[in-house]
């Protein structure tokens, strides 16, 4: 037996997290994909979801945007809810904000396509057709189109993964922001691991379909991966994903001798 339940978040005071599982089974003929998952996932947290290729991950995303259905368990999402892919998915016939609010019926649609567009630095792309914009400004107009719906549930696969390492770089600084402004609760499917101790207060794992471990990152943001804690995380995670880390070459440090009285120290050249 399965249940989906919206949730109407924008009540004032709801009293329980916008994002409840219980015991969710999702499965493909004899597969089971997901297997009996619990997850809970408070307003405003910033949740980035890792496991392995194939673990389950958009699947349980799709489950969670309303585009794919369970087999049995609970399943408690708010309704405004917003998911973006790794691909743009964006109509190449329609105009950027066109694009932005496509399917929605809203007053002055127009007004919050372009208001979008600029939370996303894309003021000025605001006629463009897809095929003329580059692959970052293309996944910030889907990130509009998401934001568009004030979402209280941002539902983010992999939607980095695609991108050069500095439009990566951009992008989490324009995630956080929006986050911090807007605070949705966020789930991020990352197989990265530093992105998910970028930008999130908590990292899952998923195996076997399940949550196999979970780390709060409490590092103070802005993060970098230079940060004091940063790479023991870092190393605890690959550990949990069976994945050594690699360490930095071992720096050699020769002891110092204590010299006899009256001693030179020589150093030798060449
Ligand atoms: N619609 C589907 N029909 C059959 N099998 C599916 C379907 N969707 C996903 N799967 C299978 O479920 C498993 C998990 O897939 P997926 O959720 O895409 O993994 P991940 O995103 O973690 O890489 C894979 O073995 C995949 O082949
Ligand atoms: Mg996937």
Redesign the pocket.
Known sequence: MSSIDLVDTSKPAHPVAPVQLRNVV?Q??E?R??DGLDLDIAPGEFVALL????????????SLAGL?SIDSGQLRVPKARAAVFQEPRLMPWKRAWKNVILGLHIPNAKGRAVQALTEVGLAHRLEAYPATLSGGEAQRVALARGLVREPKLLLL??PFAALDALTRIRMHRLIIDLWRKHTPAVLL?T?DVDEAILLADRVIV?ANGKIAEQLTIDLPRARDSGQEGFQAIRTRLLKLLGVEAVEPAAQVVEPARPLPDNSTRRFAHG
């Not at 496991?51 to 799709?62: I, P």
């Open positions: 999702r493909f003929g597969q994909v997901i496991g392995a290729s194939g673990s389950g991950k958009t699947t349980l995303l799709r794919d696969d992999e499917v197989h998923l």
